[in-house]
């Protein structure tokens, strides 16, 4: 079996069931290469989380930032529901309810895992800008949870330092 079809050479390619060719850093590439970059570096924040409620929350992320990249991709048979937004909401009040009120930044780091959550959650940021210019591709509800998303990876993050017992700091501007 092969793993490269040498069919990008030309710097060009096709979105699944399409023979279209497009330009690899086209907009919608863009999205799904951000995307896929996010899930990438949730699955090394899940290696190094030992508490098994984070695994599970990172887990179920993953699965659903597939479908997100599906739906932009023009796989439409399935989409994400209002139910994992509102699950994303119900977790990041949880959780966020254990850490308390935040009322300024915090400047990355404390724990290892808490750190590698605040990247996570730039990168989460990062794809939400980058899903901008295809937004019109997801279903009513995949923009809404990339926008809460990056929400919880900031609790999360608080979170673990808060179970670590690590002191986080505050920028002192």
Do not use: W
């Amino acid at each position: 079996m092969k793993f490269y079809t040498r069919k990008g050479d030309t710097g060009k390619s096709t979105l699944l069931g399409s023979k279209k060719p497009i330009l690899k850093n086209d907009k919608i590439f863009e999205a799904l290469g951000t995307l896929d970059e996010l899930n990438s570096y949730l699955g090394i924040c899940k290696t190094l989380a030992k508490d098994e409620l984070i695994t599970e929350i990172l887990r179920r992320i993953q699965e659903n930032l597939f479908v997100i990249q599906a739906e932009i991709g023009s796989d439409k048979s399935k989409q994400l529901s209002e139910k994992e937004v509102k699950d994303l909401e119900r977790i990041t009040d949880e959780l966020g309810s254990k850490v308390g009120e935040i009322h300024k930044f915090v400047i990355s780091g404390g724990n290892t895992l808490a750190a590698h959550l605040d990247y996570a959650r730039a990168l989460a940021r990062c794809a939400e800008r980058r899903i901008i210019p295809v937004k019109n591709k997801l279903g009513k509800h995949g923009y809404s949870y990339i926008n809460r998303l990056s929400s919880l990876l900031f609790v999360l993050a608080r979170y673990v330092n808060v179970g670590a017992h690590m002191k986080e700091e505050n920028p002192s501007y």
